[in-house]
């Protein structure tokens, strides 16, 4: 009888298991939302807070829900959720978390966990649970639980579209990983919220996930300048020597970077000063800000015994250990509340304008396990998914309720994080991978800077330099190498000729931010967000150089060269291109082989395309100041396009207190173009002359 019963509650289990057809309800301009089972409160888009951007998510281009009626189903039982997409034949899918051996995600399996990135693919420090396709759609699993994908490799013998049967012992085609038609996930939770995002293009797809995030961040302008971080343990005169140094050898610098020594005490931290190396912090961030650089400070979460916050946190702690330190649980908001008082008073309170929050993301030998428990209730892995995230949200409330941007640092972060003001890096250093992060983040909603550290070659150095002053934060970390600008004199003036060319492009790279902020483009974007991309080469070349090459703004292609390379294969989108630097014609949109003289990247603009640019100043403008502007202007297209200004330091962008000028050339009967400005707002367009340079024909 008991055998019975058995069978029969197994029976009713696997019956209440059959998977169903997702129910979506529109939740945005373009945005459908399904719940399987019943999903958890706590979440990554609650912890990221972002509200979505209505009135902007409706001036997309109209786009129908991507999917087949009945084709999207899921299930949830014995306390986890399972969802099933469809996947069609040579359909590329993108996301799932920051890639740095892979752009394209198809054919992988992954757990989607919070790590320090170690070559395990889904370990990593953005394990967003975002995927975009090229069939111009994207899906958000938005659950902070470690979640399982299966990219086109789980079979189903209800598939609809099975791949042919073959016979090992006679088809040379048969195939050990055979593709399937389905993306397969599995959430360890009795329910999941997931939404999808129309396109119609996949760009318009990422627009719509970033504008639903609440926008992308928005700098403040000196964050686009340029930052070195010192030495792990120099002092306030080692600082200013630094400073001084940078000005000697005319590198620009508009903020500055103290790592743990600034502690009296790290891993754990104290968040208090250490007073041998800074007796006077007050007066160091003062009389940096005097010389217009600004100051940004290190930290990792986890609080040392015996310093002033250990002892309010210590309720508020989780119950293991990093570093002997406590781990303070930021989902009680007491915890939260003390914390930032205690920040407010020692940095912010004094002029700090920034902070590069470190050791959010693993490994697991490092972090608690998964076992540990949290004052709020929350599981462990919930706490893991979310903590940078969490700390980025509460760094970002602290400065704007100051009314000061910031423009910071993180290594973990995750889903919603578009609007926060931080840009990820590691501890890794290979060049390649660090340029497919930089590709693979623009389909997340996160960024990525793909820093400078040290070089084996002046030749290397030179590459890296190139790169990372067309990323979102041009940044040499020297916290343990000690590396300046200049520490490769054969090539000190080409690196000072890139420092400078960033801040040239200073006008151009404040107005693609304003476009992530205001209408959800990423300012840097991997190629196939890029009008044109889908019409030119191949399958195989497409998915080849989506790897190493990436879009910039809305006009500039960045085609890296690596140590030991003079030349390299481009594939460039549909139109005619033009060299960035002599205007000379490319060609048109397909497959070229470069090889630049000057040894200078390849960079590249597209027809019609306009470039803004300030001069090469050794600090941002200031507020109000007035700037000598270069417009160059690419081929022999009329043209218009949008230049974005305003204070360039506070939140009064978002009360209306900015300015988008027109930008337009026109052609005249013989071909001869022009330029003008329209619009100005003499508020915040403020130029003490504007050149125009027409270039290409």
Same mark, same amino acid.
């Given at each position: 009888?008991?055998?019975?019963?058995?069978?029969?509650?197994?029976?009713?289990?696997?019956?209440?298991?059959?998977?169903?057809?997702?129910?979506?309800?529109?939740?945005?301009?373009?945005?459908?939302?399904?719940?399987?089972?019943?999903?958890?409160?706590?979440?990554?888009?609650?912890?990221?807070?972002?509200? !979505? #951007?209505?009135?902007?998510?409706?001036?997309?281009?109209?786009?129908?829900?991507?999917?087949?009626?009945?084709?999207?189903?899921?299930?949830?039982?014995?306390?986890?959720?399972?969802?099933?997409?469809?996947?069609?034949?040579?359909?590329?899918?993108?996301?799932?978390?920051?890639?740095?051996?892979?752009?394209?995600?198809?054919?992988?399996?992954?757990?989607?966990? #919070?790590?320090?990135?170690?070559?395990?693919?889904?370990?990593?420090?953005?394990?967003?649970?975002?995927?975009?396709?090229?069939?111009?759609?994207?899906?958000?699993?938005?659950?902070?639980?470690?979640? *399982?994908?299966?990219?086109?490799?789980?079979?189903?013998?209800?598939?609809?579209?099975?791949?042919?049967? $073959?016979?090992?012992? *006679?088809?040379?085609?048969?195939?050990?990983?055979?593709?399937?038609?389905?993306?397969?996930?599995?959430?360890?939770?009795?329910?999941?919220?997931?939404?999808?995002?129309?396109?119609?293009?996949?760009?318009?797809?990422?627009?719509?996930?970033?504008?639903?995030?609440?926008?992308?961040? #928005?700098?403040?302008?000196?964050?686009?300048?340029?930052?070195?971080?010192? !030495?792990?343990?120099?002092?306030?005169?080692?600082?200013?020597?630094?400073?001084?140094?940078?000005?000697?050898?005319?590198?620009?610098?508009?903020?500055?970077?103290?790592?743990?020594?600034?502690?009296?005490?790290?891993?754990?931290?104290?968040?208090?000063?250490?007073?041998?190396?800074?007796?006077?912090?007050?007066?160091?961030?003062?009389?940096?800000?005097?010389?217009?650089?600004?100051?940004?400070?290190?930290?990792?979460?986890?609080? $040392?015994?015996?310093?002033?916050?250990?002892?309010?946190?210590?309720?508020?702690?989780?119950?293991?250990?990093?570093?002997?330190?406590?781990?303070?649980?930021?989902?009680?908001?007491?915890?939260?509340?003390?914390?930032?008082?205690?920040?407010?008073?020692?940095?912010? =309170?004094?002029?700090?304008?920034?902070?590069?929050?470190?050791?959010?993301? =693993?490994?697991?030998?490092?972090?608690?396990?998964?076992?540990?428990?949290?004052?709020?209730?929350?599981?462990?892995?919930?706490?893991?998914?979310?903590?940078?995230?969490?700390?980025?949200?509460?760094?970002?409330?602290?400065?704007?309720?100051?009314?000061?941007?910031?423009?910071?640092?993180?290594?973990?972060?995750?889903?919603?994080?578009?609007?926060?003001?931080?840009?990820?890096?590691?501890?890794?250093?290979?060049?390649?991978?660090?340029?497919?992060?930089?590709?693979?983040?623009?389909?997340?909603?996160?960024?990525?800077?793909?820093?400078?550290?040290?070089?084996?070659?002046?030749?290397?150095?030179?590459?890296?330099?190139?790169?990372?002053?067309?990323?979102?934060?041009?940044?040499?970390?020297?916290?343990?190498?000690?590396? $300046?600008?200049?520490?490769?004199?054969?090539?000190?003036? *080409?690196?000072?000729?890139?420092?400078?060319?960033?801040?040239?492009?200073?006008?151009?790279?404040?107005?693609?931010?304003?476009?992530?902020?205001?209408?959800?483009?990423?300012? #840097? $974007?991997?190629?196939?967000?890029?009008?044109?991309?889908?019409?030119?080469?191949?399958?195989?070349? *497409?998915?080849?150089?989506?790897?190493?090459?990436?879009?910039?703004?809305?006009?500039?292609?960045?085609?890296?060269?690596?140590?030991?390379?003079?030349?390299?294969?481009?594939?460039?989108?549909?139109?005619?291109?033009?060299?960035?630097?002599?205007?000379?014609?490319?060609?048109?949109?397909?497959?070229?082989?470069?090889?630049?003289?000057?040894?200078?990247?390849?960079?590249?603009?597209?027809?019609?395309?306009?470039?803004?640019?300030?001069?090469?100043?050794?600090?941002?403008?200031?507020?109000?100041? =007035?700037?000598?502007?270069?417009?160059?202007?690419? =081929?022999?297209?009329?043209?218009?396009?949008?230049?974005?200004?305003?204070?360039?330091?506070?939140?009064?962008?978002?009360?209306?207190?900015?300015?988008?000028?027109?930008?337009?050339?026109?052609?005249?009967?013989?071909?001869?173009?022009?330029?003008?400005?329209?619009?100005?707002?003499?508020?915040?367009?403020?130029?003490?002359?504007?050149?125009?340079?027409?270039?290409?024909?």
């Amino acid at each position: 009888m008991l055998r019975s019963l058995s069978i029969v509650a197994v029976l009713t289990a696997f019956a209440g298991a059959q998977d169903a057809s997702l129910k979506f309800r529109s939740v945005a301009p373009g945005v459908w939302a399904a719940d399987v089972g019943a999903p958890e409160p706590f979440s990554l888009l609650s912890v990221a807070g972002g509200s !979505p #951007m209505v009135a902007a998510m409706k001036a997309l281009p109209d786009a129908s829900f991507p999917f087949a009626k009945g084709s999207a189903r899921g299930w949830a039982r014995g306390g986890q959720s399972s969802l099933r997409f469809p996947l069609g034949a040579g359909e590329d899918v993108y996301g799932l978390g920051l890639g740095f051996k892979h752009v394209r995600r198809n054919r992988q399996i992954m757990t989607l966990h #919070m790590d320090h990135w170690g070559a395990t693919p889904g370990r990593t420090h953005a394990p967003v649970p975002f995927w975009v396709s090229s069939q111009g759609y994207g899906v958000l699993v938005d659950s902070a639980r470690y979640v *399982r994908v299966w990219v086109g490799t789980s079979l189903r013998k209800d598939a609809e579209d099975p791949p042919p049967l $073959r016979d090992r012992n *006679r088809d040379r085609n048969w195939q050990a990983h055979p593709r399937s038609d389905s993306i397969d996930i599995l959430v360890p939770a009795p329910g999941a919220r997931v939404y999808v995002f129309a396109g119609p293009t996949p760009l318009d797809a990422v627009r719509r996930f970033v504008l639903f995030s609440g926008g992308g961040a #928005m700098p403040p302008r000196w964050g686009l300048g340029f930052t070195h971080r010192t !030495p792990t343990r120099f002092t306030a005169k080692q600082i200013t020597a630094e400073v001084d140094a940078f000005d000697a050898h005319g590198f620009p610098l508009d903020f500055i970077g103290l790592e743990p020594g600034w502690h009296s005490a790290a891993y754990p931290c104290t968040f208090e000063w250490d007073r041998e190396r800074f007796p006077d912090p007050v007066g160091v961030v003062k009389a940096l800000l005097d010389r217009r650089v600004r100051v940004n400070l290190w930290m990792n979460p986890y609080v $040392r015994p015996g310093c002033a916050l250990h002892k309010k946190l210590s309720p508020h702690a989780a119950s293991h250990l990093v570093w002997n330190g406590i781990i303070p649980d930021y989902e009680v908001p007491a915890a939260r509340e003390l914390f930032t008082t205690h920040l407010e008073k020692e940095t912010v =309170g004094i002029g700090v304008s920034g902070f590069k929050i470190d050791e959010v993301d =693993g490994f697991d030998s490092w972090l608690w396990p998964d076992v540990a428990r949290f004052p709020s209730g929350l599981a462990a892995e919930q706490i893991r998914q979310t903590y940078g995230l969490r700390l980025q949200v509460m760094m970002y409330d602290l400065f704007k309720k100051r009314d000061r941007r910031t423009w910071g640092l993180v290594r973990g972060t995750n889903a919603g994080a578009a609007r926060l003001p931080f840009v990820i890096y590691n501890d890794a250093y290979s060049h390649q991978d660090f340029i497919r992060a930089l590709c693979s983040s623009s389909f997340l909603g996160v960024l990525w800077t793909p820093e400078v550290r040290s070089s084996k070659t002046g030749e290397e150095w030179l590459r890296r330099m190139e790169t990372v002053c067309f990323s979102p934060m041009a940044m040499l970390n020297a916290w343990s190498s000690g590396t $300046r600008p200049w520490s490769f004199p054969e090539v000190e003036d *080409r690196v000072r000729e890139v420092a400078l060319l960033r801040m040239r492009l200073m006008p151009y790279l404040y107005t693609a931010f304003a476009e992530y902020r205001f209408r959800g483009v990423p300012p #840097m $974007r991997a190629m196939p967000l890029v009008d044109g991309w889908a019409d030119v080469g191949d399958a195989a070349t *497409r998915r080849e150089r989506v790897q190493d090459q990436f879009f910039v703004g809305d006009a500039i292609l960045v085609a890296p060269l690596f140590a030991g390379e003079s030349k390299r294969s481009v594939l460039l989108p549909k139109g005619r291109w033009y060299d960035f630097y002599t205007g000379a014609l490319i060609g048109t949109g397909g497959v070229h082989e470069v090889a630049p003289k000057d040894g200078r990247m390849p960079v590249f603009v597209k027809e019609g395309g306009m470039v803004p640019l300030g001069p090469p100043l050794l600090r941002a403008p200031k507020p109000g100041e =007035g700037i000598a502007l270069e417009i160059r202007h690419y =081929g022999n297209h009329a043209s218009r396009r949008r230049l974005y200004s305003d204070d360039g330091e506070t939140f009064a962008f978002e009360r209306g207190e900015h300015g988008w000028a027109d930008l337009i050339v026109d052609l005249d009967e013989s071909g001869q173009r022009t330029g003008r400005i329209e619009n100005e707002d003499p508020r915040f367009h403020r130029y003490t002359s504007v050149t125009w340079r027409f270039l290409g024909r």
